[in-house]
């Protein structure tokens, strides 16, 4: 009973910790605020001392490096997480977060990589699509990346005038080689 108890308020105390580690990164992100980062980033990088083998421990990790301009230190944690078996919308997350960090550093191999098991696990997923035909780009596969940029715009637009050349602009992302 009372390793049960022990293992619950341990996991309470994680999940805590997670929260509150959570809520400064995205707080620090979206105020492009240094000093909130490098608090998350503190509290993040004691968290994964001590559950080093936690995957989303690991994954905010690597989310805070990221948020606060260290892309090359992201990466090993992201990586592991995604080792430890990160699911869900943590690993659509964690996919996009390295594959984007991989382009930015100009590891377009593993960009490209990456972002294809993001969008073939999470087909849905536009913004994996977009990082995806961005490193496409970068990988000089220029068709590839201009169809799925045009089929993204065709299947999320309202622009009237777009819409009225629907079928032309969806026909050539599929075709864009073809002339008359």
Known sequence: MNDKRINTTAETTLNLLLEKAHELREE???KQDQEILKKARSLLLEMVATYPDHAEVNYQTGMVHDNSGYPNEAIPYYVKAIDQGLTGANLQRCLLGLGSTY????????AV????????EFPEHRGLQIFYSMALYNAKDYKQAMEIVLANLMETTSDEHLQYFKRGISYYAQ???ETW
């Open 28 to 30: 620090g992100r979206a």
């Open 175 to 177: 075709h864009l080689d």
């Open 113 to 120: 990589e990456t972002l294809h098991r993001g969008v073939t």
């Open 103 to 110: 382009r930015s550093l100009g590891y377009y191999q593993e």
